[in-house]
């Protein structure tokens, strides 16, 4: 199946990684506990806690806790500014140890490669055909382990999604059906929604990813004809689809197509607000095949 480029920003009237940023602060419900993580999930945090999840409390690897977000632009969790007036400023074993509590609602990732099953890769990538170490964990696997729930952030690219990936850094569901379980990890946890440049993906019963919505302006033949391992997924669309919103339209094969961040989009580029369209763009990681592990 030939691939179509994917949308433009100018004709959308906003930009992949702002997309990218509201369809992960809907993700965040209200009062969760939420291991942010990295980059565009900062700003996803931020988004949610100005419009629906007031009061949402957000962790960072680094032992900070917030219950307000950072008055500044933040580029890493460590930034003075996500330091200042946090709620507690403590050490990585704290938070890790509210993962191991099974307190910790949803957590967010990134990963080089991610599978059918949410598997992901942040160990290995590829550049130019040769091989290439990656920054590895860190604690995304303890969070892909422990947290509730865990939604992954990447490049909708055929290399990057693929059918199996070729080394599993945080497992997601294995090979499908009971193998959480049968690891002993908990039973309410695993990976909820894989979050691309082209749209959602989420979890059925076995295991399997399917996909949940499309992206305003992208097709579900494109979404297929860039997924590696096409004979295997992410074929199942219209059976499991749900609209996650009243006003999302239908479009090919009943799969649902998520509005544009018109509102949101309003509070990522306000003028109180650090997320500035230049900012947003130098958070924005989705274009790289090494993003880091979260």
């Given at each position: 199946?030939?691939?179509?480029?994917?949308?433009?920003?100018p004709?959308?009237?906003y930009?992949?990684?702002?997309?990218?940023?509201?369809?992960a602060?809907?993700?965040?419900?209200?009062?969760?506990?939420?291991?942010?993580?990295?980059?565009?999930?900062?700003?996803?945090?931020?988004?949610?806690?100005?419009?629906?999840?007031?009061?949402?409390i957000?962790l960072?690897?680094?032992?900070?806790?917030?219950?307000?977000?950072?008055?500044?632009l933040?580029?890493?969790?460590?930034?003075?500014?996500?330091?200042?007036?946090?709620?507690?400023?403590g050490?990585?074993?704290?938070?890790?140890?509210l993962l191991?509590?099974?307190?910790?609602?949803?957590?967010?990732?990134?990963?080089?490669?991610?599978?059918?099953f949410g598997?992901?890769?942040?160990t290995?990538?590829n550049?130019?055909?040769?091989?290439?170490?990656?920054p590895?964990s860190?604690?995304?696997?303890?969070?892909?382990?422990?947290?509730?729930?865990?939604?992954?952030?990447?490049?909708?690219?055929?290399n990057?999604?693929?059918?199996?990936?070729?080394?599993?850094?945080?497992?997601?569901?294995?090979s499908?059906?009971?193998w959480?379980?049968?690891?002993?990890?908990p039973?309410?946890?695993?990976?909820?929604?894989?979050?691309?440049?082209?749209?959602?993906?989420?979890?059925s019963?076995?295991?399997?990813?399917?996909?949940?919505?499309?992206?305003?302006?992208?097709?579900?033949?494109?979404?297929?004809?860039?997924?590696?391992?096409?004979?295997?997924?992410?074929?199942?669309?219209?059976?499991?689809?749900?609209?996650?919103?009243?006003?999302?339209?239908?479009?090919?094969?009943?799969?649902?197509?998520?509005?544009?961040?018109t509102?949101d989009?309003a509070?990522?580029?306000?003028?109180?607000?650090?997320?500035?369209?230049?900012?947003?763009?130098?958070l924005?990681?989705?274009?790289?095949?090494?993003?880091?592990?979260?």
């Amino acid at each position: 199946m030939s691939t179509r480029a994917q949308p433009e920003a100018p004709a959308r009237g906003y930009s992949l990684g702002e997309l990218m940023v509201a369809a992960a602060a809907r993700e965040i419900r209200d009062a969760e506990v939420v291991f942010v993580g990295m980059r565009l999930p900062l700003l996803a945090f931020l988004v949610a806690k100005r419009t629906h999840a007031p009061a949402a409390i957000g962790l960072y690897e680094n032992g900070v806790i917030r219950e307000t977000p950072a008055p500044e632009l933040l580029y890493t969790m460590a930034d003075p500014p996500n330091l200042l007036g946090a709620t507690q400023c403590g050490q990585m074993l704290d938070v890790m140890a509210l993962l191991q509590q099974g307190r910790v609602h949803v957590g967010f990732l990134g990963a080089a490669e991610a599978d059918r099953f949410g598997n992901l890769n942040s160990t290995w990538g590829n550049r130019g055909g040769q091989d290439i170490r990656l920054p590895g964990s860190g604690g995304a696997c303890d969070i892909a382990c422990l947290a509730q729930r865990t939604v992954v952030l990447l490049e909708h690219d055929r290399n990057r999604l693929v059918e199996r990936v070729k080394h599993v850094t945080s497992p997601g569901f294995g090979s499908g059906d009971s193998w959480r379980r049968a690891q002993g990890l908990p039973v309410r946890s695993g990976p909820s929604a894989v979050i691309t440049t082209l749209g959602v993906l989420r979890f059925s019963n076995d295991g399997e990813a399917y996909l949940a919505s499309v992206h305003p302006g992208v097709r579900v033949e494109d979404v297929l004809g860039n997924t590696g391992g096409l004979c295997a997924w992410p074929t199942t669309c219209s059976k499991l689809c749900r609209p996650a919103a009243p006003n999302w339209p239908s479009c090919a094969n009943s799969t649902p197509t998520a509005s544009g961040p018109t509102d949101d989009r309003a509070r990522i580029r306000c003028r109180d607000s650090p997320c500035s369209r230049a900012r947003l763009d130098a958070l924005d990681h989705t274009r790289s095949p090494a993003a880091q592990h979260h």
